[in-house]
C-alpha cells in the first residue's frame, strides 16, 4: 500500500470494493422519500432539464464515496442539490447571494470529461448523441472540480441530463441567451447613487474630476459619444492637446494617443493601438511622427515609446502559459495530487506563468522610472491597444498613485483602463463558446489581477482591498450576470443594450455592474474586501492650504536632473528640430530590448531605480515597487489551493494572522472610543483609523481554529480530517525504517488555541 503511494509514476489502484445492492434497490429505497428537488432559483432562471438519484463524489480518496442528490441544468448554472438535509454553520458567513457551492454557472464551465468504464475523455459538442457516460467531470474555471455518477440514475433522465449540461456549457450561443438579459428583465434592479460610489467613466464629468484629480493638461475628446468617429474608441477620452480633430478621425483610432493618467511632475503615461506601418506608406508615418510629436509636447518635449507587442508575450502565450499552470490545481481526487509531490514546485515554474507575471511588473517598473526619475512622457502601444497596455498602465498607476489602492479608487482604474479602455472582455473570456474566437481567449485581465496580488503581498499595508477581494473578482468575471465583464467595447455595450429596450414606452433596463456587491454578499460579507492592516493616509490640516503638491519621502530622493525650467518662451521650438532627427532615424527608447534578451544597460538602470528607492523610509502613500528577485514572486495559494483540502493549515495561514490583527484593531478602537467619551483628544493620525474593523474576520478569529487557511471559502464543515503525508516524506520514512514508529507515536497535547 505504502509503496503505490510512494511510485510518483504509477496509475492509481482501482477501487477493489463490490456491490452487492443493485441500483434498482437503491432507487426504489429512495424512490417513497424523494421529491422533485430544485434550488433556490432566481428572477429569470428556468430548468432546462433534471436527474435524480446523482452521486456527487468527495474529493478525499479513490472510495468513490459521496452524496446522493438532484443534478439540474438552468439557463444560469449546472446545479446539484443534495438529498442531505442542509446544515447551518458558520461557513454561511460568506455565501455567495447567486450561487451556492454546489452551483457551477455556464459560463464558468472550462471542460467536461466523460468517464466510459476507466477512461476519462474530454467532451465536445460533436461527440454527444445517444452514448452517454457513467461519469461526469466537470473542471471550472475558479478551479473546482466536480464528479457525478449518473449510474443510479434512470438511463432516460441521465442521458438528458448529460446532452443538457453539454449543449448548454459547450455549445457556441448567442449573446441574447446569456443569463443577464433574462435576470435584469425580471429584477427591479435600482440606479446607483454616484456619490461615494465607484467612477465608471462614462460621463464627460468622470473623465474632467480625474484629470483635474493628476492636474492633467490635456484634451477631452466628446465627440464620439454617439461612436461617430470610430466604435473602437471609447465614448469619452482623451488625448494631448495638441491632437486635431482632423488627426481623431484618421485609422479608426489606430495611432491615435490617449491619456492614462499625469504625473505631478508634469508628465504623462499614454497608450495607442500601434498604427501598421508600410515602408512606401509616408502618410501613415507621417501621422504616426506627429503624434509623437503632439505626446512630447505634453512636458519638457520628451518622449519614450514601449511596442509591448515586442518585448511582452503575446496573448496566445499567455493563453498556453495559462493553462499548463493550472492543470496542477484541478485535481480529481487528492491521490493524485500527492502523486505529483515531488517535481510539483518545478513543474509549476516550467509552466512560464509566474515569468510573465515578472515580465509585466518590471516592465511596470520600467515605465514607472520614466515617470518618476526622468520626468519624461511615454507612450506604451500594442497591435490592439486593449491588452498588454491595460496590464502595464493599470500597474504603473497603482504604483505611483495611492488613490488607486484604495477599494474605490481600483474600481475606477479598471472601469477606466479597462472597460471604458475597450478591452473585449467578451472575446477573451470566450463566453459563448464561438469557434472563430478561440485564438482570441486569453486571461489578461487574470494576469493583472495576478500581478496586483504580488504587490499587495509585498506591500500589504498600502492596500485597502483584500485578498479575499481580488479572488472574488477573479471569479466574478465567470458570472454571467454583470455587465462589466459582458461586452467588448463601449460601442458594443451601448448597442446591445439598447436593442434590449427598443420599446419607447419601456424604461432603459438597469444592469448590475461588478462594483454592487451586494447582489452577491451581504455586507458581513463584504467586510472581507477590506484589509485590517490597512493604513490609512493621516488627515492633513486643512487650515494651512498650500499652492503645490509636495513630493513624497522617496520621490525627494530620486534624482530630478530631467526637470528643468525652459529658459526661455522659444524653448519648444528649438528642440523641435532635434525631435524630428531622433524620429527620422527611429530611435526608440533604451529600454527597447525584450526582457529575455537581458539587456545590461536596462538591467542596471531598474536596479538602481529600485535600491535608490529602497534606501528611503516606506511611504505606503508615495511610491511602491515590487521585488523581483528570486522566490519573491509566488504562488497565489488562496485563489489556487482553496479547493483542495489536503493542502489547508487548519486553524492557521494568513486568516489567523488577519482576523487577530483585527480582533486587537477593534480593541484598540474601542479604547480609543472611551477616551473620547472621557474628553480625551488624540493626534490626527489616530482619528484616521478604521471604524469598523472588528467584522466578520474578527468573529472568526474566535474560532479560527475550526478554520482552513483558505477561509472564507472552504471552512470545517468541508474538511477531511485524514492525515495526509507528502510522498517524498513518506519515501524517506520508508528507507529510513520509521514509518511504523511515526504511527505508533502519540499525538503532542499542544493546545489548539495556540495555533492562532
Not at 461527440?127 to 466537470?138: A, E, G, H, R
Not at 484629470?211 to 469619452?236: A, D, H, W, Y
Not at 461588478?514 to 490609512?536: G, H, M, R
Not at 511610491?623 to 489551493?641: A, E, F, K
Request: hydrophobic share 35%; proline share 5%; charged share 25%.
Amino acid at each position: 500500500m505504502l509503496s503505490s503511494l510512494g511510485s510518483a509514476g504509477g496509475k492509481s489502484a482501482k477501487p477493489s470494493f463490490v456491490s452487492y445492492v443493485t441500483p434498482e434497490e437503491i432507487k426504489s429505497e429512495k424512490e417513497p422519500s424523494r421529491k422533485e428537488k430544485h434550488p433556490d432559483l432566481l428572477p429569470g432562471e428556468v430548468v432546462f432539464c433534471s436527474a435524480s438519484t446523482v452521486l456527487k463524489y468527495t474529493q478525499d480518496d479513490l472510495s468513490q464515496r459521496g452524496v446522493f442528490g438532484a443534478l439540474l441544468c438552468t439557463n444560469f448554472r449546472v446545479s446539484f442539490v443534495s438529498d442531505e438535509a442542509p446544515t447551518e454553520e458558520m461557513g454561511q458567513l460568506f455565501k455567495n447571494k447567486l450561487y451556492g457551492e454546489n452551483d457551477i454557472p455556464l459560463s464558468c464551465v472550462d471542460n467536461i470529461y466523460g468517464g466510459y468504464e476507466d477512461k476519462k475523455k474530454l467532451i465536445t459538442g460533436g461527440l454527444v448523441k445517444n452514448k452517454y457516460p457513467s461519469k461526469i467531470i466537470i473542471h471550472c474555471k475558479d478551479l473546482r472540480v466536480f464528479q457525478f455518477s449518473l449510474s443510479f440514475s434512470k438511463e432516460e433522465d441521465a442521458k438528458k441530463i448529460f446532452q443538457g449540461i453539454v449543449h448548454h456549457c459547450l455549445e457556441p450561443k448567442s449573446l441574447r441567451c446569456l443569463f443577464a438579459f433574462s435576470y435584469c428583465e425580471n429584477t427591479s434592479y435600482p440606479e446607483l447613487q454616484r456619490k461615494n460610489q465607484t467612477v465608471m467613466f462614462d460621463s464627460v464629468e468622470d473623465w474632467t474630476q480625474d484629470m483635474k484629480r493628476t492636474k492633467g493638461n490635456c484634451r477631452l475628446v466628446s465627440e464620439n459619444s454617439n461612436f461617430e468617429l470610430s466604435p473602437k474608441l471609447p465614448q469619452f477620452f482623451i488625448v494631448p492637446t495638441n491632437v486635431s480633430d482632423e488627426d481623431l478621425t484618421k485609422y479608426q483610432g489606430k495611432g491615435l494617443p490617449m491619456w492614462c493618467w499625469s504625473h505631478h511632475s508634469g508628465c504623462a503615461l499614454f497608450k495607442t493601438a500601434s498604427l501598421p506601418l508600410i515602408q512606401e506608406d509616408n502618410v501613415a508615418q507621417t501621422y504616426t511622427e506627429k503624434m509623437l510629436t503632439a505626446v512630447a509636447h505634453n512636458h519638457l518635449y520628451s518622449v519614450k515609446t514601449e511596442d509591448l507587442s515586442d518585448t511582452l508575450p503575446a496573448v496566445q502565450d499567455i493563453l498556453l502559459s495559462y493553462n499548463r499552470f493550472k492543470q496542477f490545481f484541478l485535481i480529481d481526487n487528492t491521490t493524485e495530487f500527492w502523486m505529483s509531490d515531488m517535481k510539483w514546485f518545478s513543474s509549476l515554474d516550467n509552466c512560464g506563468w509566474l515569468d510573465i507575471i515578472r515580465q509585466c511588473l518590471q516592465k511596470a517598473v520600467e515605465v514607472v522610472e520614466c515617470l518618476e526619475k526622468e520626468n519624461t512622457n511615454v507612450l506604451i502601444m500594442e497591435e490592439g491597444g486593449s491588452d498588454l497596455c491595460c496590464v502595464i498602465s493599470s500597474l504603473v498607476q497603482l504604483m505611483l498613485d495611492p488613490y488607486y489602492r484604495t477599494l474605490l479608487g481600483f474600481q475606477s482604474l479598471v472601469q477606466k483602463e479597462w472597460v471604458a479602455g475597450g478591452h473585449a472582455f467578451l472575446d477573451r473570456s470566450n463566453h459563448l463558446h464561438l469557434k472563430d474566437k478561440v485564438e482570441s481567449q486569453s486571461p489578461v485581465f487574470l494576469l493583472f489581477l495576478e500581478c496586483v496580488w504580488q504587490l499587495q503581498q509585498q506591500h500589504g499595508p498600502a492596500f485597502q482591498f483584500s485578498e479575499t477581494y481580488l479572488t472574488v473578482l477573479s471569479d466574478s468575471v465567470h458570472v454571467p450576470v454583470f455587465t462589466t465583464f459582458l461586452f467588448n467595447n463601449d460601442s458594443h455595450r451601448d448597442n446591445i443594450l439598447r436593442a434590449e429596450s427598443p420599446h419607447k414606452q419601456r424604461s432603459p433596463l438597469n444592469y448590475p455592474t461588478v462594483w454592487d456587491w451586494s447582489v452577491q454578499f451581504d455586507c458581513k460579507a463584504q467586510d472581507l474586501f477590506t484589509n485590517p492592516l490597512y493604513a490609512e493616509k493621516p488627515k492633513q490640516d486643512t487650515s494651512v492650504r498650500k499652492s503645490y503638491r509636495p513630493k513624497h519621502l522617496r520621490q525627494l530622493s530620486l534624482p530630478s536632473s530631467a526637470l528643468k525650467t525652459p529658459p526661455k518662451k522659444g524653448f519648444f521650438k528649438d528642440e523641435a528640430d532635434n525631435l524630428k532627427k531622433i524620429l527620422g532615424v527611429k530611435r526608440l527608447s533604451r529600454w527597447m530590448l525584450s526582457p529575455s534578451s537581458d539587456s545590461p544597460q536596462t538591467s542596471s538602470s531598474v536596479r538602481e531605480f529600485y535600491e535608490a528607492w529602497q534606501t528611503k523610509p516606506l511611504d505606503y502613500h508615495g511610491l511602491l515597487l515590487p521585488c523581483l528577485d528570486g522566490p519573491s514572486i509566488r504562488v497565489w495559494m488562496q485563489r489556487y489551493l482553496r479547493w483542495i483540502h489536503d493542502v489547508q493549515i487548519l486553524g492557521g495561514g494568513p486568516v489567523a494572522m488577519l482576523s487577530k490583527v483585527s480582533e486587537i484593531l477593534g480593541e484598540v478602537q474601542e479604547l480609543q472610543r472611551q477616551l473620547d467619551r472621557h474628553g480625551c483628544t488624540l493626534t490626527s493620525n489616530h482619528k484616521g483609523a478604521r471604524p469598523r474593523a472588528k467584522t466578520a474576520a474578527v468573529n472568526a478569529a474566535r474560532s479560527s481554529v475550526r478554520l482552513s487557511s483558505s477561509f472564507p471559502f472552504v471552512t470545517s464543515r468541508n474538511w477531511s480530517f485524514k492525515p495526509a503525508i507528502p510522498t517524498s516524506l513518506l519515501q524517506s520514512l520508508m528507507v529510513t525504517g520509521m514509518a511504523g514508529n511515526l504511527a505508533d507515536r502519540e499525538d503532542d497535547d499542544d493546545d489548539p488555541e495556540s495555533l492562532v
